[in-house]
């Protein structure tokens, strides 16, 4: 089975909502175990532009905010319905997230 990894940086208080939505749409599986993942806590940066609406700070002056980096693994053939689920849960207008492509073992 082909998969990736998924990583995406969010607020603490947003774990749980973005962890639920995409499990609930097919990542986080290894053999026989589900809901894999591993995070841990850094500091996002960002500057909103004009016409932004930040969930945390405001639009035109950088902001320092705590988040987690999240890691999980995602079927290829599910990606497409985790993203949309990611994105549909989590709080910020813009989702940071990577994809990455695994070697197949």
Same mark, same amino acid.
């Given at each position: ?14 774990? *749980?909502? %973005?962890?639920? =939505? #995409?499990?609930?749409? !097919? ?7 589900? +809901? ?13 532009? *004009?016409? %932004?609406?930040? =969930? #945390?700070?405001?639009? !035109? ?7 987690? +980096? ?18 549909? =849960? ?16």
């Amino acid at each position: 089975m082909s998969r990736v990894k998924l990583v995406w940086f969010v607020p603490a208080e947003a774990l *749980e909502a %973005t962890c639920d =939505a #995409v499990f609930d749409a !097919g990542a986080g599986w290894i053999g026989d175990y589900e +809901r894999c993942s591993w995070y841990t806590a850094g500091t996002g940066t960002f500057l909103g532009g *004009e016409g %932004t609406d930040p =969930a #945390v700070g405001e639009s !035109g002056r950088e902001e320092h905010v705590p988040e987690l +980096r999240v890691e999980t693994v995602v079927p290829v053939d599910a990606l497409a319905e985790v993203l949309a689920a990611l994105r549909s =849960a989590h709080p910020y207008e813009e989702p940071a997230y990577d994809v990455y492509v695994l070697a197949d073992t």
